[in-house]
T-cell receptor, first 113, second 114 residues
Framework: GESVGLHLPTLSVQEGDNSIINCAYSNSASDYFIWYKQESGKGPQFIIDIRSNMDKRQGQRVTVLLNKTVKHLSLQIAATQPGDSAVYFCAENVKGGSEKLVFGKGTKLTVNP | NAGVMQNPRHLVRRRGQEARLRCSPMKGHSHVYWYRQLPEEGLKFMVYLQKENIIDESGMPKERFSAEFPKEGPSILRIQQVVRGDSAAYFC????????????FGSGTRLTVV
């Protein structure tokens, strides 16, 4: 079965607020994690990634946190904008296994103006 | 440098027909992956190919589905004798490296079986 899941299927925030999207994974052998953004009718778009030897990584307005102890991953979006409205997926890759990514079901983020 | 190109964007097939989905990876990418996405769900891995070789097809149904990535030309995902349950969005991704790094997805082909 799937080893990646999300706590919140939907998230609604006000423009300008910070957003936090969570993800739980169960495979302790996973060593690489990616967050994707998917807009309606489009393919997944890479946002940020993190390897298992790190616990935090920052990009432009986005931060990914990895807690290996509790197998938890989160995506923080600062100053959320209407253009951030989309479905967000976390995905994991298992070290030494197949090259496939295992995706969670996704969280739909809606940004209210 | 064009991204991952998939065509057609939309494909309608009647039950029992064949569907052929094409994927041209990014220039310099020799690893191709196919995923399927049902409405309101995440992407599910189907198959991983390198040029002329299928590396991992553990996510692909044993019957009716096949994939290839020839030496020349795009990767093809072929679904024979389509059924309504095959209706989904099919995404192709390519990468230059193993291990999931540098994955880039195409815009997908939305298959509707009527």
């Amino acid at each position: 079965g799937e080893s990646v899941g999300l706590h919140l299927p939907t998230l609604s925030v006000q423009e300008g607020d910070n957003s936090i999207i969570n993800c739980a994974y169960s495979n302790s052998a996973s060593d690489y994690f990616i967050w994707y953004k998917q807009e309606s009718g489009k393919g997944p778009q890479f946002i940020i990634d993190i390897r298992s030897n790190m616990d935090k990584r920052q990009g432009q307005r986005v931060t990914v946190l990895l807690n290996k102890t509790v197998k938890h991953l989160s995506l923080q979006i600062a100053a959320t904008q209407p253009g951030d409205s989309a479905v967000y997926f976390c995905a994991e890759n298992v070290k030494g296994g197949s090259e496939k990514l295992v995706f969670g079901k996704g969280t739909k983020l809606t940004v209210n103006p | 440098n064009a991204g991952v190109m998939q065509n057609p964007r939309h494909l309608v097939r009647r039950r029992g027909q064949e569907a052929r989905l094409r994927c041209s990876p990014m220039k310099g990418h020799s690893h191709v992956y196919w995923y399927r996405q049902l409405p309101e769900e995440g992407l599910k891995f189907m198959v991983y190919l390198q040029k002329e070789n299928i590396i991992d097809e553990s996510g692909m149904p044993k019957e009716r589905f096949s994939a290839e990535f020839p030496k020349e030309g795009p990767s093809i995902l072929r679904i024979q004798q389509v059924v309504r349950g095959d209706s989904a969005a099919y995404f192709c991704a390519s990468s230059p490296l193993i291990g999931g790094y540098g994955y880039t997805f195409g815009s997908g082909t939305r298959l509707t079986v009527v």
